[in-house]
């Protein structure tokens, strides 16, 4: 008997020693609560990030555009970032690099366009000169792709009023009658439709070819000098649970809907994002192009500089 309590007592001694280096590797990683950021959910839900190694928390932001702010304060080491938020913190000189990627555009893919409010009197994108319209961030990717579908229909972008709308809310103020119009995704953008809430009027697709990136993983390059096998990590997790989603549609959308508080009847006519963990220089600098055209970048910006190997 003693024998066996003394192995036990080493192997307990054992253990707890052993414990710090198995530890896993901490990371909160900041998130705008949507349908396309599936990859990221069922890698937390599913367990993919802890057979990485990584003890990840999810922290849920409602405007995109405070991701750089809490990402270079140390307060989150990563974020679901759209490219144009990226791209104009990397201009205001803030040091990031995409490490990953999420959701790339694609017509077959999750409805994303412009609904108008019922009874506003806007029925096309034209009507829409003068209006107020809710964003879900101002400068973010989904409001850079609104304007860009208004200058292609002549309108004048800076005679409308935009106002900053998270998702969840979007058609509670639309029906309240404060705007005349929402940039929005699925499931939101199903839901508004499906109440009668809102009337689509514009394709926020319209001319933008297969492939880009739509969101992606950024963090401070400083964070990513001192951990580089977190990336690692990270970036496989996020690979992993790219798969999950395209081999798995139905479970996805149960995941989906625990983070969005979805019920099942709205779930089952969600279509899914099309995921891709990889992020290249290219694809930013297909972005770039496109808020130029707007006036929103100044001077050159290093493109290969902005992706990290």
């Known amino acids: ?42 890698a937390k839900d599913k367990g993919i990030f802890e057979a990485h190694g990584l003890d990840v928390e999810l922290v849920p932001v409602p405007v995109n555009s405070t991701l750089p702010a809490a990402i270079m304060s140390g307060s989150v080491q990563s974020g679901t970032f759209t490219p144009t938020v990226f791209i104009q913190a990397v201009q205001a ?4 690099q995409a490490i990953a990627g999420m959701t790339v555009t694609s017509r077959e893919a999750m409805q994303v366009g412009i609904v108008a409010r019922t009874g506003s009197g ?22 850079i792709m609104a304007r860009r579908i208004m200058l292609m229909h002549g309108v004048d972008i800076n005679s409308l009023s935009y106002t900053e709308t998270p998702f969840p809310v979007q058609m509670d103020i639309l029906n ?23 009337t689509p ?59 969005l508080k979805l019920p099942p009847a709205i779930l089952s006519d969600i279509v899914l994002p099309v995921v891709d963990a990889e992020i ?12 130029d055209e707007q006036g929103l970048i100044e001077g050159k910006l290093d493109v290969d500089a902005m992706v990290r190997d």
């Open 1 to 42: 008997m003693r024998f066996f309590a003394t192995i036990a007592f080493i192997a307990a001694g054992l253990t707890a020693s052993a414990a710090p280096a198995w530890a896993a590797m901490k990371m909160k990683v900041a998130y705008t609560p949507n349908g396309v950021t599936a990859p990221l959910y069922v």
């Open 93 to 96: 000189g803030l040091d990031l």
């Open 122 to 143: 806007v029925e096309s994108v034209e009507d829409l000169a003068g209006k107020r319209v809710g964003v879900p961030g101002i400068s973010a990717v989904l409001d």
């Open 176 to 198: 309240a009658g404060t705007i005349d119009a929402v940039v929005t995704v699925d499931p939101f953008y199903s839901r508004i439709q499906d109440a009668g809430v809102g």
């Open 201 to 259: 009027i514009g394709d926020l697709l319209e001319g933008i070819p297969d492939g880009q990136t739509a969101q992606f993983f950024g963090v401070s390059t400083t964070w990513a000098d001192e951990n580089p096998e977190a990336v690692e990590a990270f970036r496989a997790a996020i690979r992993d649970g790219a798969q999950f989603v395209r081999d798995n549609p139905d479970e996805t959308r149960a995941v989906i809907g625990a983070y």
């Open 280 to 291: 290249t220089p290219e694809q930013i600098a297909w972005w770039i192009d496109v808020m």
